[in-house]
């Protein structure tokens, strides 16, 4: 079992930043994470992932150059670093966790397969305005 909890959404002007955080908590065992998206009726997308046993990461094309991913294994956070964001950044954002996943299959499914992930945060949601 493994529960998360996201924050540090909020409002921004484009061209802004903010970090999102992700904290897992339950299982200590390796995880496959993503971050994903969803903006009112659109689907939801996959924007980065990150094996957190050995930190490897794979980010949407869409977000390339903008925004990052990394861990801090001490406190059981994922970040999302978020940099010149764009109007179409403005989403509910949430972590999800995979236990089963290796690196491999993490990095080939985690941003496209939001339905293998059992483990959800409420969310927090992200604004940009122009």
């Known amino acids: 079992q493994v529960q998360l909890v996201e924050s540090g959404g909020g409002s921004v002007q484009a061209g802004g930043s903010l970090r999102l955080s992700c904290v897992a908590s339950g299982s200590r065992g390796t995880k496959c994470i993503t971050w994903f998206r969803q903006a009112p009726g659109k689907e939801r997308e996959g924007v980065a992932t990150?094996?957190?046993?050995?930190?490897?990461?794979v980010l949407a094309d869409s977000v390339k150059g903008r925004f990052t991913i990394a861990q801090d294994n001490a406190a059981n956070t994922v970040y999302l670093q978020m940099n010149s964001l764009k109007p179409e950044d403005t989403a509910m954002y949430y972590c999800?966790?995979?236990?089963?996943?290796?690196?491999?299959?993490?990095?080939?499914?985690?941003?496209?397969?939001?339905?293998?992930?059992?483990?959800w945060g409420q969310g927090t949601q992200v604004t940009v305005s122009s």
């Open positions: 999800a966790a995979d236990l089963r996943f290796n690196k491999y299959t993490c990095m080939d499914w985690g941003l496209s397969r939001p339905t293998s992930f059992p483990y």
């Open positions: 990150i094996y957190t046993g050995g930190g490897s990461t």
